[in-house]
Every structure is written in C-alpha cells, then in structure tokens.
C-alpha cells in the first residue's frame, strides 16, 4: 500500500473554497484503479490548516493520479489558495489487519 498525506494552509477566508474543491474530486479520485482511500480534513484547531489522506494499491497508481485532469484542476483552484509551501509525505505500507 502506498500512503500519501499532504498538509497545506490557506488564508482562513479561503479554506472553504479548498475544502469544496477537494470534496467536489472525491468521487473522481475514489473510482481511479488504485484508490483505497481519500480523505480531506480540516483541522478543529487551526482555521488555515487542510490535511488530505489518499490510500493507493502501490506508487504507480499514485503516479497515474498526479497525470490525471483531476489532479491538475485541483491544482490549478487549491495552489493559488496556499499560503504556503505544501508539505507531502509519503509511505509505503503493509496492511497488517482491518478490525471492524
């Protein structure tokens, strides 16, 4: 599994507009070959603060993602937005067990 958290900032007044951009590519991301996951959160503690969490099979279909239209519109909407640099990090990881 190929993990990828991105956490950026946005003037407080803008974070809206992040937020529905990235809602408005969920269904888009999810259906991509590969997507396990993807989740976009606002912190409760900073007004400026977005996290996104994508879950993929493996690295190449993350790569194929970040070639896709949707990749690219929300660029073009959410780096303007950015009040600063985005910080991706990225994991490779095993699955050791879901429990429901």
Same mark, same amino acid.
């Given at each position: 599994m190929?993990?990828?958290?991105?956490?950026?900032t946005t003037?407080?007044?803008?974070r809206?507009?992040?937020?529905?951009?990235?809602d408005s590519?969920?269904?888009?991301?999810r259906? /991509?070959?590969?997507n396990?996951?993807?989740? +976009?959160?606002?912190?409760?503690h900073? !007004?400026?603060?977005? *996290?996104?969490v994508?879950?993929?099979t493996d690295?190449?279909?993350?790569?194929d993602y970040?070639?896709?239209?949707?990749?690219?519109?929300?660029?073009?909407?959410? /780096?303007p937005?950015?009040?600063?640099t985005? +910080?991706?990090?990225?994991?490779?990881? !095993?699955l050791?067990e *879901?429990v429901?």
């Amino acid at each position: 599994m190929f993990i990828v958290i991105v956490d950026f900032t946005t003037a407080a007044a803008d974070r809206a507009a992040a937020l529905a951009q990235l809602d408005s590519e969920h269904d888009e991301t999810r259906a /991509r070959p590969g997507n396990l996951a993807y989740r +976009v959160y606002a912190s409760r503690h900073d !007004d400026t603060a977005v *996290t996104l969490v994508h879950e993929w099979t493996d690295e190449q279909s993350f790569a194929d993602y970040q070639r896709s239209p949707s990749f690219a519109r929300s660029g073009r909407v959410i /780096r303007p937005l950015m009040t600063g640099t985005p +910080v991706s990090r990225r994991f490779r990881a !095993d699955l050791l067990e *879901t429990v429901a």
